[in-house]
Nanobody, 116 residues
């Protein structure tokens, strides 16, 4: 069974920074990985994705503020979030998979709350 373990969420003031981590123990091959988020009453949205080949895409709302990265040897995914805004408040999910949406497997989610 695939396991994705997220950490790093919390409460931060607007303008602050957080780094989310996602460990994928047991993976023995490269896959596409991504971060999604879901705010209360909103649909889940893709925040950033990094393919097995290293290509990266961001949602327009986070470009220039968030950075996705991956440590291939450990299949550990990161999301560095800076200049956080209250509208970034959401549950953030780590995902992995072989499809272009990297959504075959999901972590349990970690709450990020940005206060104004």
């Amino acid at each position: 069974q695939v396991l994705l373990v997220e950490s790093g969420g919390g409460l931060v003031q607007a303008g602050g920074s957080l780094r989310l981590s996602c460990a994928a123990p047991g993976w023995t091959f490269s896959v596409n990985m991504a971060w999604y988020r879901q705010a209360p009453g909103e649909q889940r949205e893709l925040v950033a994705i990094i393919t097995s080949g290293g290509s990266i895409k961001y949602a327009d709302s986070v470009k220039g503020r968030f950075t996705i990265s991956k440590e291939n040897a450990e299949n550990t995914l990161y999301l560095q979030m800076t200049s956080l805004k209250p509208e970034d408040t959401a549950v953030y999910y780590c995902t992995a998979g072989w499809t272009s949406s990297a959504s075959d497997y999901w972590g349990q989610g970690t709450q990020v709350t940005v206060s104004s």
